[in-house]
């Protein structure tokens, strides 16, 4: 059942830990206080931040050392500030890849629904012009930290901006040509609350070339009322993980007592399972632990945040592992892998250890990041590829249980097996679909403030999915399981789900003598539920 020899184990467990170290170490941990670095970027503009904001929420930003050369004084650029009720992307932006924002003039008229906030950078003058459109609520906006500290014995009353255009000034950076913009948006009221996103814009790229390269450091910081860090819709996180946890844990311990008191044969695959719950619940234990942090510090603890992705990547690792040997029928019809399973395994570990990667670099670098989106592509790609990948082993179970149900003389067991794998490749392929595809779209539509919705539905799908494998795939009563032959076709993997019904019912006969089940069909486990 071994692929690999200890040797081999160990300098993978090896390179995973120096791979998980350096991707910690290498990305700059800033979570919800950022310093992004862009270095002669080219880019037309960059989402600096997303974050939901509560009543008494602040944002604020420092942009240190803008370089713009004295000869290139006059060109425009600026910051576009939108808020809205739900997280829906920005296509506008995405498709508008001839005129800057900033420099459209019917940009309120072209979006009427839109709240929009515009920071034109007027270098001539040294000064932040800012208008907003009409939709916008009044808001409270200061020149930096200092000026927030005194405006609150005024209760912010100079500070709030309407549409009407308003102002904040730019100093010079460390050298002639760097300029340093600071401001700070108050969230005073109700009609305030929501997701704010932040963008760069670079205008003179979306028409001309050469392209305008520009760089600067910009440091933000974002929280809501009682310095929360965590954005709206993800405060109920950290408790949602632990809760979730401490279920997978106690989960866990009914399992491994369930198999210690079970009188039918139990399989190392049984206590595969049980590893991994086990890891399931460590992984969202340090998940929650490391939001703990955030939320009240800002950003992450590194050691606990390099714990959390080692547990993430075991995990994960360990899922596609127990769903690849369940789908080749491992233990429950054959005792032995054939070469194909083998390359099933040699395909699927390599592109998870590369799938966690992505996932622990998207996590810790900042949106506007230039490898940001990059990273996330791959992390999809890769993805999509496991899930695929680990179809086919119960595909190939459920083509040659067909096969064997014709030509053996243990029918009726064989076409319980296969009913069995039909519901778990429609388990599997539900769940896919559900974490997948559903979650993505769910988010799209709820509120910001619900948007941890998406974390518990997510969680819930993964423990209902765990509850029914283990169910149908329960230590039970025991039998002499025939062997599947290793030299299966690959050709035939193409089945359709729904001809398994008809080619079921046609095959079903009784053994001679008129007994409906022999003594050797009873089943591994039941599948009548």
């Known amino acids: 059942m071994t692929c690999y020899n200890n040797r081999c184990r160990h300098r993978c467990g090896t390179l995973l830990f120096f791979i998980l170290a350096a991707v910690l170490f290498v990305v700059q941990v800033t979570a919800r206080i950022h310093t992004l670095h862009i270095d002669n970027d080219d880019r037309r503009y960059i989402a600096l931040t997303r974050f939901g904001f509560f009543q008494g929420g602040m944002l604020e930003v420092e942009i240190k050392d803008f370089h713009l050369p004295l000869a290139n004084i006059n060109e425009t650029h600026g910051l576009l500030l939108e808020k809205s009720i739900f997280e829906e992307g920005n296509p506008y ?11 459209q003039i019917n940009l309120f008229d072209t979006r009427p629904s839109a709240s929009l906030a515009v920071f034109k950078f007027n270098f001539p003058k040294m000064i932040v012009t800012i ?56 969230v005073n009221t109700k009609s305030n609350e929501g997701l704010y996103n932040l963008y760069y814009h670079n205008c003179p790229n979306y028409a001309t070339i050469p392209k305008s390269r520009r760089s600067f450091k910009v440091d933000i910081s974002e929280y809501n009322d009682n310095e929360n860090y965590l954005s709206a819709g993800d405060m109920p996180l950290p408790s949602l993980y632990f809760s979730m946890s401490i279920i997978y844990f106690f989960t866990c311990v009914l399992w491994i007592y369930f198999l210690c008191r079970s009188t039918y044969p139990v399989y190392k695959i049984h206590f595969l399972m049980a590893l991994l719950v086990f890891l399931k619940a460590a992984t969202l234990f340090f998940h929650g632990l490391n939001f703990h942090f955030i939320e009240v510090q800002g950003q992450e603890i590194i050691t606990w945040a390099f714990v959390y992705y080692t547990f993430h990547l075991l995990k994960g690792s360990v899922l596609f592992i127990t769903i690849v040997l369940i789908g080749t029928g491992m233990t429950f019809v054959k005792h032995v892998l054939s070469d194909k399973d083998k390359n099933i395994f040699m395909i699927v570990i390599p592109l998870q250890v590369l799938a966690n990667v992505a996932y622990a670099i998207i996590q810790e670098s900042e949106e506007g990041d230039l490898q940001h989106n990059a990273w996330l592509d791959l992390f999809l790609l890769v993805d999509f590829m496991c899930c695929a990948a680990i179809l086919f082993p119960i595909l ?17 067991m064989n076409l319980r097996k296969l009913k069995l ?15 997948r595809i559903l979650i993505y779209m769910l988010r799209m539509t709820v509120p910001f403030n619900f948007l941890w919705l998406n974390e518990f539905s997510k969680e819930l799908a993964t423990f209902v999915f765990f509850m029914m494998t283990g169910y149908k795939f329960r230590p039970t009563i025991a039998n002499p399981y025939f062997q599947v032959a290793s030299d299966v076709d690959d050709d035939d993997t193409d089945i359709v789900i729904s001809h398994f019904g008809s080619s079921v019912n046609n095959r079903a006969r009784k053994k001679p003598g008129g007994n409906e089940t022999a003594e050797d069909e009873i089943l591994l486990v039941e599948t009548s539920s």
């Open 421 to 435: 794998f039909q519901q778990f490749y429609v388990m599997l392929v539900s769940y896919i679909y559900f974490t």
């Open 131 to 186: 208008s907003c459109s009409s939709t916008m609520e009044p808001f409270y906006l200061l020149s930096d930290m200092t000026d927030f500290t005194n405006q609150l014995s005024s209760n912010f009353e100079s500070t709030q901006v309407t549409c009407v255009d308003k102002t904040i000034p730019i100093s010079k950076g460390s050298q002639s040509d760097y300029f340093n913009i600071n401001f700070v948006v108050y």
């Open 396 to 412: 190939w179970s459920i083509r040659h249980l067909q096969e064997a149900s014709q030509t053996d003389g243990k029918a009726a």
């Open 93 to 103: 932006i995405d498709s508008q890849q001839e005129i800057c924002p900033i420099e």
